[in-house]
């Protein structure tokens, strides 16, 4: 079976977690060998991009991605770049025109219809346009949980139309050394909280910050400035010099980060699957997250929950975990189990039955 897959996402300023994700599952099918992988993206020069880390062959479009991307929304055309395909993976929610060959959409969230408000004007126009498309082309839509397979049904999506594949999380250990390491190359106190993401509104960064203020104990902030907020230094600035923000980092950091901190606080108001809170598990971190979203569903009864639009109810988690060595093992524990339980094979295999069934 051979399945191109739009890769644009790789290209774009804040690849985010929908990059991430679909990276990860490509790698996996490439490990069980069971589809031939081509990826398509918009027209592009020799500028930086994470496709540079893509390990399928990639065809471009003549189209750069705005272009592109709104010609096959209002146009439905030009046609895909690539024909001799049995499947098409429209991996970010962008669906090129039907052409009779069956697309397998990926609907990461669908919180642009419920807050509009956290999104760009941008985004704001484009996205519910988008998942319009997908909706009405897609022979199949693929979400990583049931919080986000419920909206799609909400949305006028057909249940036989929808199938539920969660991320994974790569299984590899950080060394004790490694952890010292980290700590020492970004100058970290033994103790700290942790929080990896796009600063965007929905990840509630600010609520952890009023959380922690009057909590003693530093914050390390991981990852790139997304969009709709103010002033990034205004948002950290509540905690003064206990806020060590690294911005992005390498993969390889971002595991010992994990492995290093203390708690991993990912008190988010909405998610569509919470991959963080997998990845720190993975390391052995006890995680605090929100309860009522997706990333309950992605912790699997493995991690403490709060309520994200209560700052005491943050604090007094984060406080209950620092405080509680035995509670803090617990989480250990049951973490780890769930981060084994939840692989990137399993991914895998879901999306190849996903393109088996979409192409009947």
Same mark, same amino acid.
């Given at each position: 079976?051979?399945?191109?897959?739009?890769?644009?996402?790789?290209?774009?300023?804040?690849?985010?977690?929908?990059?991430?994700?679909?990276?990860?599952?490509?790698?996996?099918?490439?490990?069980?060998?069971?589809?031939?992988?081509?990826?398509?993206?918009?027209?592009?020069?020799?500028?930086?991009?994470?496709?540079?880390? @893509?390990?399928?062959?990639?065809?471009?479009?003549?189209?750069?991605?705005?272009?592109?991307?709104?010609?096959?929304?209002?146009?439905?055309?030009?046609?895909?770049?690539?024909?001799?395909?049995?499947? %098409?993976?429209?991996?970010?929610?962008?669906?090129?025109?039907?052409?009779?060959?069956? %697309?397998?959409?990926?609907?990461?969230?669908?919180?642009?219809?419920?807050?509009?408000?956290?999104?760009?004007?941008?985004?704001?126009?484009?996205?519910?346009?988008?998942?319009?498309?997908?909706?009405?082309?897609?022979?199949?839509?693929?979400?990583?949980?049931?919080?986000?397979?419920?909206?799609?049904?909400?949305?006028?999506?057909?249940?036989?139309?929808?199938?539920?594949?969660?991320?994974?999380?790569?299984?590899?250990?950080?060394?004790?050394?490694?952890?010292?390491?980290?700590?020492?190359?970004?100058? @970290?106190?033994?103790?700290?909280?942790?929080?990896?993401?796009?600063?965007?509104?929905?990840?509630?960064?600010?609520?952890?910050?009023?959380?922690?203020?009057?909590?003693?104990?530093?914050?390390?902030?991981?990852?790139?400035?997304?969009?709709?907020?103010?002033?990034?230094?205004?948002?950290?600035?509540?905690?003064?010099?206990?806020?060590?923000?690294?911005?992005?980092?390498?993969?390889?950091?971002?595991?010992?980060?994990?492995?290093?901190?203390?708690?991993?606080?990912?008190?988010?108001?909405?998610?569509?699957?919470?991959?963080?809170?997998?990845?720190?598990?993975?390391?052995?971190?006890?995680?605090?997250?929100?309860?009522?979203?997706?990333?309950?569903?992605?912790?699997?009864?493995?991690?403490?929950?709060?309520?994200?639009?209560?700052?005491?109810?943050?604090?007094?988690?984060?406080?209950?975990? @620092?405080?509680?060595?035995?509670?803090?093992?617990?989480?250990?524990?049951?973490?780890?189990?769930?981060?084994?339980?939840?692989?990137?094979?399993?991914?895998?295999?879901?999306?190849?039955?996903?393109?088996?069934?979409?192409?009947?």
């Amino acid at each position: 079976m051979r399945v191109a897959v739009t890769v644009e996402q790789f290209w774009h300023p804040v690849p985010g977690g929908t990059a991430r994700a679909t990276h990860k599952t490509i790698r996996a099918l490439q490990r069980a060998g069971t589809v031939d992988l081509i990826g398509v993206a918009a027209a592009h020069g020799d500028e930086e991009g994470e496709g540079r880390d @893509l390990t399928i062959p990639v065809v471009h479009s003549r189209l750069k991605r705005p272009i592109l991307y709104e010609s096959w929304l209002r146009l439905n055309r030009p046609a895909f770049p690539v024909q001799d395909c049995d499947v %098409i993976w429209a991996s970010a929610m962008v669906p090129p025109p039907d052409r009779g060959i069956p %697309i397998v959409s990926t609907v990461h969230d669908l919180e642009f219809l419920d807050h509009p408000e956290w999104h760009t004007r941008r985004g704001r126009s484009f996205f519910p346009r988008a998942f319009e498309a997908t909706r009405s082309r897609s022979r199949l839509i693929v979400c990583p949980s049931q919080t986000v397979a419920d909206r799609c049904l909400l949305a006028g999506v057909s249940s036989e139309n929808i199938r539920v594949v969660p991320w994974g999380v790569s299984p590899s250990r950080v060394e004790a050394s490694e952890t010292d390491e980290v700590r020492a190359h970004y100058s @970290l106190p033994d103790t700290f909280v942790l929080w990896v993401g796009t600063v965007e509104p929905r990840k509630n960064l600010h609520g952890l910050i009023e959380a922690l203020v009057p909590l003693d104990v530093p914050l390390v902030v991981v990852g790139p400035k997304g969009w709709n907020l103010p002033d990034h230094d205004a948002i950290l600035s509540p905690l003064g010099d206990r806020c060590h923000r690294l911005g992005r980092v390498s993969d390889r950091d971002l595991h010992r980060l994990y492995a290093a901190a203390s708690v991993f606080a990912f008190p988010s108001h909405a998610e569509g699957f919470g991959l963080p809170v997998l990845e720190a598990m993975a390391q052995g971190t006890p995680v605090v997250t929100s309860s009522g979203t997706a990333t309950e569903e992605a912790a699997g009864g493995a991690a403490l929950l709060v309520d994200p639009a209560e700052p005491e109810s943050i604090a007094d988690g984060i406080a209950s975990v @620092l405080g509680n060595e035995e509670l803090s093992a617990r989480l250990t524990a049951l973490g780890l189990d769930r981060a084994r339980a939840m692989s990137w094979d399993a991914t895998a295999t879901g999306y190849h039955a996903a393109y088996t069934d979409a192409g009947r």
